[in-house]
């Protein structure tokens, strides 16, 4: 064989760890308007927020500050620090304690995690599901925009959320970290 080609298919994806990209992040190694977010070694490009997806954002975050969270509180569109190899930036966290407990670091957990998914339902459902379960989220929330619900996962397991409930607009949820918020599901819809 004279001329030998090579193969162009790479031989090895390389998966970042969470060191790695918050390292580029604090070197500003992307650019300040670029939306990213690290999911299990991959690091993603986010999708410009239409108006919708902003508008439902604002209404989660509105009903789930009526919410009396004992020793946590909300955070929105904030990196959280999940695993050596996560790091999403989740629409609507509620994260243990306060926020100068994250003046040096991201929260590393969350009591209740809500996603607002129109074009991005099906990888919150897969992909961050499984990364919030298989990192003890006990509650994860998505606003399905497609078909105007709500989507409960619960008791996750390192394979997933184990419990799946769908809520219509008449329906009332209530987070596992406040249990006595009653919250209108037709408050999160827009």
């Not at 996560?86 to 209740?112: C, F, K, N, Q």
């Not at 009653?182 to 999160?188: I, Q, T």
Request: charged share 25%; with cysteine; aromatic share 6%.
């Amino acid at each position: 064989m004279a001329n030998a080609v090579r193969d162009p298919t790479p031989s090895h994806v390389h998966r970042w760890t969470r060191a790695e990209y918050e390292h580029i992040v604090n070197t500003g190694g992307f650019s300040a308007s670029t939306r990213l977010e690290l999911l299990d070694g991959e690091i993603l490009d986010m999708s410009p927020q239409k108006s919708l997806h902003a508008s439902t954002c604002d209404l989660v975050e509105a009903a789930l500050r009526a919410c009396p969270f004992d020793a946590a509180y909300l955070r929105t569109q904030k990196p959280l620090a999940i695993d050596a190899t996560s790091e999403p930036e989740p629409d609507v966290a509620v994260v243990p304690g306060s926020p100068r407990d994250y003046v040096h670091h991201h929260p590393t957990t969350a009591l209740h995690i809500v996603e607002v998914a129109d074009s991005s339902l099906d990888y919150d459902r897969s992909r961050k599901a499984r990364v919030y379960a298989r990192n003890g989220v006990p509650d994860y929330w998505i606003i399905n925009l497609r078909d105007l619900v709500l989507e409960v996962y619960r008791q996750p397991n390192a394979d997933g959320y184990r419990s799946r409930d769908t809520l219509l607009a008449g329906d009332m949820a209530s987070p596992l970290a406040a249990r006595d918020c009653a919250v209108a599901v037709a408050s999160l819809l827009p």
